[in-house]
């Protein structure tokens, strides 16, 4: 069994390593520069974008998200909203057009600088089996205790915790399989607000919760 293990460790490490080694075909430009500071204004000008040619995902998508404001996108399953935040975090390129944050084209900004100031709540919340508090903390690592709290109370979820007997000792399991569904995405919210990003993007991040939690989040 040992001897087993150890063999399929070695194979998946040489496949760790040749995939680090692969070409990334999104990569940063010569001369990419950090996302200036102050407040951020998103741009989405005329975008094109398509994972295959035979089936295009978005077309000729434009608006612009002011410093401060919130903005919906609203529209049926598979029609590219999620695609939208792929997008701005450069995980793709645009086939056509062009997106802008803070004056400047995103193939123009160093990745780590435009990732680092993105916070985003997918539709399926990522948990480690490992404690509340570990969780939550994960959005930023060198907060305090106090700091994962008020996260935590921003996420309508401080009182649910203080209820358990271990409070943020408690374990989630794997993949949080010891919350539920609405639990679950508010302690991936309260990561997010812990990190205080200067973009926050929720991908149907409040589709498992109550509307009256619903409206009393997206109020903090």
């Given at each position: ?164 007997p271990n409070q943020y000792s408690t374990q989630v399991g794997e993949r949080g399989l010891k919350l539920s569904g609405g639990e679950k995405q508010r ?34």
């Amino acid at each position: 069994m040992v001897y087993r293990g150890i063999k399929q460790a070695l194979a998946d490490l040489d496949r760790m390593f040749r995939l680090l080694g692969a070409h990334r075909e999104v990569q940063d430009t010569a001369g990419a520069v950090p996302l200036p500071s102050g407040r951020l204004e998103v741009e989405f000008s005329h975008v094109d974008f398509f994972y295959e040619k035979q089936r295009q995902i978005l077309f000729d998508v434009s608006f612009t998200i002011g410093a401060g404001q919130r903005v919906a996108v609203v529209g049926h399953s598979g029609s590219g909203k999620s695609t939208l935040g792929r997008l701005l975090y450069r995980f793709y390129d645009v086939s056509g057009g062009g997106i802008v944050v803070g004056a400047i084209p995103v193939k123009n900004l160093k990745q780590a600088s435009l990732r680092g100031a993105i916070g985003i709540v997918p539709q399926d919340t990522v948990l480690f089996n490992d404690t509340i508090l570990y969780n939550i903390r994960y959005g930023r690592p060198e907060a305090s205790d106090a700091e994962v709290i008020e996260a935590a109370r921003a996420a309508h979820i401080h009182d649910f915790i203080d209820s358990l007997p271990n409070q943020y000792s408690t374990q989630v399991g794997e993949r949080g399989l010891k919350l539920s569904g609405g639990e679950k995405q508010r302690v991936a919210i309260a990561r997010a607000l812990l990190k205080n990003p200067r973009i926050l993007i929720f991908d149907e991040a409040t589709s498992a919760l109550d509307s009256r939690a619903e409206k009393a989040i997206q109020a903090e």
